[in-house]
């Protein structure tokens, strides 16, 4: 398995930022946000990230491609840009392997990957976000070396 990252093309753009942004809206909900809160941050997020249906500037929107001898093939996506505006903190705003290639490094290797074209743009460091219910990624970040930043914890109240 080879894991590479190209660019993803502006013909996949467009449906990427749709389905991305209705599962940032559910991820937002199984954590525990209310339907119409998610609804909004996910719009606002979007709004703010992808003005007139483009990333940012320095954002980049990247396929993961398993790169094989007989063909290439799309498996996932990774989304990186720096935060805050700032140059030199990054972050991974995205990142997703389809399911029936999962388990076999490419979110690795995509994340490393991402790390270099990250620092060959002037990052000094990259940051995620994790939900809590998501311990499969988390305990890939952290045999990554990502460690915990902040922790934002919810009850729901009866």
Do not use: C
């Amino acid at each position: 398995m080879t894991t590479a990252l190209r660019p993803m093309p502006a013909d996949s753009l467009a449906s990427w930022i749709v389905s991305s942004n209705e599962a940032y809206r559910l991820s937002r909900i199984a954590a525990g946000e209310s339907p119409e809160l998610a609804a909004k941050r996910a719009a606002d997020s979007n709004a703010q990230y992808f003005p007139d249906g483009v990333p940012l500037p320095l954002h980049q929107v990247f396929d993961v491609v398993d790169a094989q001898q007989d063909g290439d093939t799309v498996v996932g996506y990774l989304w990186i840009g720096p935060q805050n505006d700032s140059t030199t903190e990054w972050w991974v705003w995205d990142v997703e392997i389809d399911e029936a290639h999962r388990r076999k490094g490419h979110a690795r290797q995509a994340l490393l990957l991402g790390e270099a074209e990250a620092r060959a743009l002037g990052a000094a460091s990259i940051g995620l976000n994790v939900f809590g219910f998501n311990s499969g990624a988390q305990a890939l970040y952290e045999s990554l070396g990502y460690g915990i930043a902040a922790v934002n914890m919810s009850k729901k109240l009866d």
